[in-house]
């Protein structure tokens, strides 16, 4: 039975009134051993950041003056190449057009469509090159401003069960789930997924995660369009949208794997309080998360189980740098793997993903991390693998959830009744 409505809590977020938590804060009040009840407690905010394949941009590019040319046939933007239409714009000067998040840059293999996105939001010139269905090309320079329409959409997003991976085999393996081609057998393991926080952890029946409800995405207000691709009741994920106009570039970017660059974007969601059975959701712990062991060769072949209490508690979320450390060497192994392009000459803390990387390779020791490690059974064998990779930032995701939680303290973020 229901406490109070959708409504109910609206009204008290445009007075001021409402009282939220963050999923963290729930599950440190239930460790503590002083849970909150569902009277006390209107709304949960929640998130999760790392990479997100299937993000796509829908954009409205200009490219020419009025009469230029007729349609696009082809077109890149800072070499990435993307798909006019579906509407032709026919003698318009402009595209329509979808552009991947995983797609790759004809020019730079370490460059696609994330970087490209992370660069379009925070306002930088981008290079423009159609050629036209009349095989004209012409080269032109835009910005997010000039863009007509800038909409991402997520064709899944913030799955609730993430695999992690390892090779157990003797052959070196390029996949888009490590950083780096990863060698075996076990020399270590490549994880995903931001736990307790993870908003379908905190609400795994989608009781109020659904089609209608609004989310940040990327620090932009977005919603639910409805179940993503490949989701399902054990694996449930989310279609989202929004405007990459209203997004704030620091949540999403390029990460640089084994197989190309991929996208990674950040969600944070609201979990209205309307019971104490939706509230009870919300005490989920790291520890009580099953985390997968596959086979990075075939996510199919599990191999054990880990939770993400190993994962996350204890661990660092970033890397120390220790410039006096550095060699200098001719060809630095850092600047090379970093998936974000966070390492020059100095460490870029705002690209920085938390990944451990750079504490991975460096051979000076001129980065020190803490990415914590793993234990499972293989085969009645116990087998402990130091985390080489995280491919979720729970830095970012703490962020945005703590920044959607301020937006509905300060009556910002209003919630869209989606309920049956």
Known sequence: MNIRS??????????????????????????????????DVDVVTTGTCGIMSGTAAVLHVPVAEP?????????????????????PNEWLGSVDMIIYGTSHSIHDNNYGGGFLFKDL?????????????????????????????????????????????TNPSDEIV??????????GPFTGISISGCGQLNPLQNDPQTKTICSGAKVLLNGSEGIIIGPGTRSNREKPNMMITADMKQMDAHYLGGFKTGAG????????????????????????????????????????????????????????????????????????????????????NTLNTKRCFGCGMCAYSCPNNAFTMNSGSVV???????????IICRQSDIKRARELTENLKKRIENGKFILNNCLD
Request: proline share 6%; net charge negative.
């Open 6 to 39: 959708i409504e109910e809590i609206n009204e008290k977020i445009k007075g001021g009134n409402a009282t939220v938590l963050t999923a963290e804060e729930v599950s440190r009040l239930v460790r503590e051993d002083n849970p909150p009840v569902a009277e």
């Open 67 to 87: 009469g230029a040319f007729k349609k696009a046939k082809k077109i890149y933007l800072n070499g990435v190449p993307g798909f006019p239409g579906p509407c």
């Open 121 to 165: 939001v925070g306002g930088q010139e981008i290079e423009v090159e159609m050629e036209s269905t009349d095989g004209d090309i012409i080269k032109s320079k835009t910005n997010i401003s000039e863009i007509g329409t800038a909409q991402m959409i997520g064709t899944r997003m913030a799955f609730k069960n993430y695999n992690s991976f």
């Open 174 to 183: 390029s996949s888009i789930f490590h950083a780096i081609d990863m060698t």
């Open 261 to 344: 660059p991929e996208i990674f974007d950040s969600v944070a969601v609201a979990i209205p309080i309307l019971n104490e059975d939706i509230l009870k959701q919300t005490f989920i712990q790291n520890s009580d998360i099953k985390l997968p062991v596959t086979d990075i060769r075939g996510r199919h072949n599990v191999l054990g189980f880990t939770n993400y209490g190993e994962v996350w508690e204890g661990s660092d979320e970033r890397p120390v740098y220790h410039p006096e450390n550095c060699l200098d060497c001719e060809t630095c192994i850092v600047r090379e793997r970093c998936p974000t392009h966070a390492y020059t």
């Open 376 to 386: 499972f059974n293989v085969e009645d064998k116990s087998i402990d693998l130091p």
